[in-house]
């Protein structure tokens, strides 16, 4: 069982930014953020293939946030610039055991989740 970590969350400004971080266990997959806002379902946010040579987005994150990774590390990363207070939300990082060459954005098409890390953004 991969175990994920997440880490970086917390309050910050609009217009500021966060860096989080998900350390993996195990293994190199595809990962994968989400977000999910009081009373909201939880979205995808952004993707990235197990050689990072592959990302995709939401588009209400577009040219603000980056994903990345580092393998030898087993981390996986989440920049976030330009925060706005709609983005506030528990993030979370999850992995995907779909062949290579496939970039999931379906909650359904993740196998492993973690715990969540609270970005917080005030206007």
């Known amino acids: 069982q991969v175990q994920l970590v997440e880490s970086g969350g917390g309050l910050v400004q609009a217009g500021g930014s966060l860096r989080l971080s998900c350390a993996a266990s195990?293994?190199?997959?595809?990962m994968g953020w989400f977000r999910q806002a009081p009373g909201k379902e939880r979205e995808f946010v952004s993707a990235i293939s197990r050689r990072g040579i592959s990302a995709n987005y939401a588009d209400s994150v577009k040219g603000r946030f980056t994903i990345s990774r580092d393998n030898a590390k087993n981390t996986v990363y989440l920049q976030m610039n330009s925060l706005k207070p709609e983005d506030t939300a528990v993030y979370y990082c999850?992995?995907?055991?779909?062949?290579?060459?496939?970039?999931?954005?379906?909650?359904?098409?993740?196998?492993?989740w973690g715990q969540g890390t609270q970005v917080t953004v005030s206007s």
């Open positions: 195990e293994g190199t997959y595809t």
């Open positions: 999850a992995a995907s055991r779909l062949r290579p060459g496939i970039l999931p954005s379906n909650e359904a098409e993740f196998d492993y």
